[in-house]
C-alpha cells in the first residue's frame, strides 16, 4: 500500500536547469520555442481558475455572487470528500462551491496558486497551502488577514493549535493561514521487541535510544537477520533531511536562528553537536544503514520499518495507517512517542501539514470567511480525522471520544503538535533549504566534518538571504 503524495510534508520537487542547447536548433529558434512553451503552459494553469473552466460545480448553484471557487488537490478519495463538503455548505449557507481540483503533486499545486495569485486572479478565492508556502504568499501580499475586527473569518486562534498558527501561520504579526491538517515528525517503535530486551518504555534520550537500538540490532542480527537497523531516518539529500536535522538540534537547545536583519546562523556548537550525532548513527554506532544519506526519504523509511527491518522509525504521522494494514508485518506491533532529546532540553518535532487561506484578491471574502469557518468547526474537523485519517487543526478532535475510539493514537499527536518546531517562515526558504541539505549531507557523507559543513551551509544561506533582503 503505497503513501499518498500529498502527504509529503518535507519534500521540494526542481527540474535541472537546461545547460546545452539541443542539437539542430538554433539558440534563438530554441529560446522561441521554450518562450512559446511557457506561455503556453501558463494559460492552462490559469484557464483551470477562469470561471467555467477547470474544477466541478456543485449542481444547482446560486448566483454567481454568491458562489466562491475552492482549489484543493489531493487523492482521489480526498476530493470526493471535499465535493460533499462543498454540497453541505451550499445547502446549508446558500453559498455556493466550486471546487477546482488541483493535481496531488504538491510543488505542481504551488505553480497553480502561484500563478493565479501572482495574476490577481479573483479565483480561487480560498486555497489550502502547505505549510512551507506560506512566507511566500504573505511576503508578496497574496494572503488576507484572517484575524483582527476585519477579518471576515470568525474562528479564534485559541480553538486550533496557537503555537502552529503563531510559528507558521503568522507574518509579521498578522494571521494569514490557519491549520486544517498538522503534521510533525515522530518516533515509531517495535513494542515486542523492546519488550523482549527488557525495555519498559521507548527511550526519552538520544543517548538510550542508541543504547536500545545497538543491544536489539546485535541480537537480531545475530539470528540471521543481516539487514536490520536499529534506527532509520530521513537522510537524503532533499527537504525530509532539514526536518529531521532541524527536530535533534532543537533537542539539543540550537536550531535555525533568524535575527532581525534577516541573516541566518546555524554554525552553533548545539547544531554541531545535532549534526554529529546523525553522523555518528551511521558511521560510529552503525545503527542506522550506510544508505541513510543516499536514499533514505519518507518513503524509504517507511518500507523498511513495515518490513520488520528496524527498531526505531522517524517519520510523519501518515505512517501510523499504513503499519497497522492488514499486510503489513508489523502489525499490532508498533507503538508511537515523540522523538528523542539531549539533556534537559525537550522533544521538538518539526511542523509540517497543511493550511487555509484566503486570496487578497477574491471579490468574495465574506462568503470566503463563511467556508473556512464552516472547515474549521468542530463537525468538520471530526469528521476529516474520521473519514479521511487526518490530524485536524482543531484541539478539541483530540479528546473527542469518537475519534479517539477510531484512532486511538491521536491522543499522543496533541502534546506533540503543541511543541512542533517550524521551519523559518520565509519567502526564499526553498532556496536556504536546498543550500543546508547540501551541507548537512556532505557531513553524513564524510565528505565534511559537521564544524565545516555548518560554517558553509551558513555563508550560503546568507548570500541567498542577503540577495532577498538587500532594499
Given amino acids: 500500500m503505497d503513501r499518498k503524495l500529498h502527504r509529503a510534508p518535507c519534500h521540494f520537487s526542481k527540474s535541472p536547469p537546461f545547460r546545452n542547447k539541443p542539437a539542430g536548433i538554433s539558440l534563438p529558434s530554441f529560446r522561441f520555442l521554450r518562450s512559446s512553451f511557457l506561455l503556453v503552459l501558463s494559460l492552462v494553469f490559469l484557464s483551470s481558475f477562469l470561471p467555467g473552466c477547470g474544477g466541478s460545480s456543485s449542481p444547482s448553484s446560486p448566483g454567481k455572487n454568491?458562489?466562491?471557487?475552492?482549489?484543493v488537490g489531493g487523492a482521489p478519495n480526498e476530493i470526493a470528500f471535499w465535493e460533499r463538503l462543498a454540497k453541505e455548505f451550499e445547502s446549508r449557507s446558500g453559498i455556493g462551491v466550486r471546487l477546482i481540483r488541483q493535481p496531488t503533486n504538491t510543488d505542481q499545486r504551488r505553480q497553480g496558486l502561484v500563478?493565479?495569485?501572482k495574476a490577481h486572479q479573483s479565483d480561487p478565492d480560498v486555497f489550502l497551502m502547505d505549510v512551507a508556502w506560506i512566507g511566500q504568499f504573505a511576503a508578496a501580499d497574496w494572503l488576507l488577514p484572517l484575524s483582527g475586527g476585519l477579518?471576515?473569518?470568525?474562528t479564534k486562534p485559541k480553538e486550533l493549535f496557537e503555537n502552529v498558527i503563531r510559528t507558521a501561520g503568522t507574518y509579521r504579526n498578522r494571521v494569514v493561514a490557519l491549520p486544517v491538517y498538522v503534521d510533525a515528525g515522530l518516533l515509531y517503535y517495535r513494542t515486542d521487541l523492546l519488550e523482549k530486551a527488557g525495555f519498559d518504555s521507548p527511550p526519552k534520550t538520544w543517548p538510550e535510544l542508541v543504547e536500545m537500538a545497538s543491544k536489539i540490532q546485535r541480537r537480531e542480527r545475530a539470528r540471521g537477520r543481516r539487514?536490520?537497523?536499529?534506527?532509520?531516518?530521513q537522510g537524503a539529500q532533499y527537504e525530509g533531511l532539514v526536518c529531521h536535522f532541524l527536530e535533534v538540534a532543537s533537542s539539543a537547545g540550537g536550531g535555525i536562528v533568524v535575527n532581525g536583519k534577516g541573516l541566518l546562523h546555524v554554525a552553533s556548537p548545539q547544531n554541531v553537536r545535532a549534526l554529529t550525532f546523525l553522523r555518528d548513527l551511521i558511521r560510529k554506532w552503525r545503527i542506522s544503514p550506510p544508505s541513510t544519506y543516499t536514499e533514505m526519504r519518507e518513503e524509504e523509511v517507511r518500507r523498511a520499518f513495515q518490513q520488520g527491518r528496524a527498531l526505531f522509525e522517524r517519520n510523519w504521522p501518515y505512517a501510523w495507517a499504513l503499519h497497522q494494514d492488514t499486510e503489513s508485518r508489523v502489525r499490532g506491533k508498533v507503538g508511537l512517542a515523540p522523538l528523542p532529546h539531549f539533556d534537559t532540553y525537550p522533544s521538538a518535532a518539526t511542523l509540517g501539514g497543511w493550511h487555509i487561506g484566503i486570496s487578497r484578491f477574491s471579490d468574495r471574502k465574506a462568503a470566503a470567511g463563511a467556508f473556512v469557518d464552516f472547515v474549521l468547526s468542530p463537525e468538520i474537523q471530526k469528521r476529516l480525522a474520521l473519514n479521511l485519517g487526518w490530524n485536524p487543526g482543531r484541539r478539541s478532535t483530540y479528546t473527542?471520544?469518537?475519534?479517539?475510539?477510531k484512532a486511538p493514537h491521536l491522543a499522543a499527536l496533541s502534546r506533540v503538535f503543541e511543541n512542533a518546531v517550524a521551519r523559518p517562515n520565509l519567502p526564499y526558504w526553498p532556496l536556504v533549504s536546498a543550500a543546508l541539505q547540501e551541507h548537512l549531507n556532505a557531513a553524513l557523507a564524510g565528505r565534511e566534518?559537521?564544524?565545516?559543513?555548518?560554517?558553509?551551509?551558513?555563508?550560503?544561506?546568507n548570500e541567498i538571504a542577503a540577495r532577498y533582503e538587500s532594499p
Avoid at 477579518?151 to 470568525?154: E, H, I, T, W
Avoid at 473527542?400 to 475510539?405: K, N, T
Avoid at 559537521?450 to 550560503?460: G, H, I, N
Fill in 66 to 71: 454568491k458562489t466562491i471557487a475552492f482549489a
Fill in 400 to 405: 473527542d471520544s469518537d475519534v479517539l475510539a
Fill in 151 to 154: 477579518s471576515p473569518v470568525k
Fill in 115 to 117: 500563478l493565479a495569485l
Fill in 227 to 233: 539487514r536490520f537497523s536499529g534506527y532509520v531516518w
Fill in 449 to 461: 566534518s559537521p564544524e565545516d559543513a555548518l560554517k558553509q551551509a551558513e555563508e550560503a544561506m
